[in-house]
């Protein structure tokens, strides 16, 4: 039985991506969507979690990365105005935060049923979940996970036995919801929580192994339907 729910943020509950996209819109000839879909995937995913998680916050060093993908010679000025796009789309995060629209009801449905939501994301969790309480206007969390907290990345198996402990959770009463496989999928099922990806743009799934989540949706209400039968 599932006591215990450990939530994404960015992707997964927060849009952060539509704010992104508009910025980029016609930088390097190519639509938002097109160069952010190269940005996130075949850059941040592809390059940076496999070789430089030591960057994993460098904006800079991923557009370096970017314009050798494409085969162009890098422009500073170009790249400083995509630094500057991330910088506002993060500034306009933390004022005015862009909810998908199934985000709150999950929750509020999550913890009807009984269930521990907990926030479990990377940085500024605890700034995070307090904009969201005031949107909702009720407490939404149980505990609110972080990589500063908890002193490691989210994307090492500590990070997950540390919010096992903390929660007092077993890892089979436990599932954790998140659009990223490396770090809400792979490090999770790794001390035995089940997983679900919330795969929302139909992404291509993962070919690895273990980033491959125990279940795939495509909404959150899907992924509630899914705790009510475990």
Not at 56 to 74: I, Q, S
Not at 158 to 164: A, F, I, K, N, S
Not at 169 to 197: F, M, N, Q, Y
Request: net charge negative.
């Amino acid at each position: 039985m599932v006591t215990t729910v450990l939530m994404d943020y960015d992707g997964t509950l927060h849009d952060h991506e539509a704010v992104i996209t508009r910025g980029l819109d016609g930088i390097l000839g190519l639509s938002g969507r097109e160069l952010h879909r190269i940005y996130k995937y075949d850059i941040h995913r592809a390059q940076i979690h496999t070789k430089h998680l030591d960057r994993h916050d460098d904006t800079m060093f991923h557009c370096e990365l970017l314009f050798k993908y494409l085969g162009r010679p890098f422009d500073p000025e170009t790249a400083e105005l995509i630094v500057q796009i991330f910088d506002k789309a993060s500034e306009k995060a933390r004022e005015d935060p862009v909810y998908f629209r199934d985000a709150f009801a999950a929750l509020q449905v999550m913890k009807g049923l009984g269930l521990s939501v907990c926030l479990s994301t990377g940085m500024d969790a605890e700034e995070k979940a307090r904009t969201m309480v005031e949107v909702a206007g009720v407490d939404l969390f149980k505990h609110v996970f972080s990589e500063s907290r908890l002193g490691f990345l989210k994307t090492e198996r500590e990070y997950y036995l540390r919010v096992l402990e903390i929660a007092g959770s077993h890892p089979t009463e436990t599932v954790s919801i998140g659009d990223t496989p490396l770090s809400d999928i792979r490090p999770a099922k790794l001390v035995g929580i089940r997983t679900i990806w919330l795969n929302r743009i139909g992404e291509p799934p993962p070919t690895e192994v273990d980033q491959t989540a125990d279940y795939e949706v495509e909404t959150l209400e899907k992924a509630v339907k899914l705790l009510r039968n475990m």
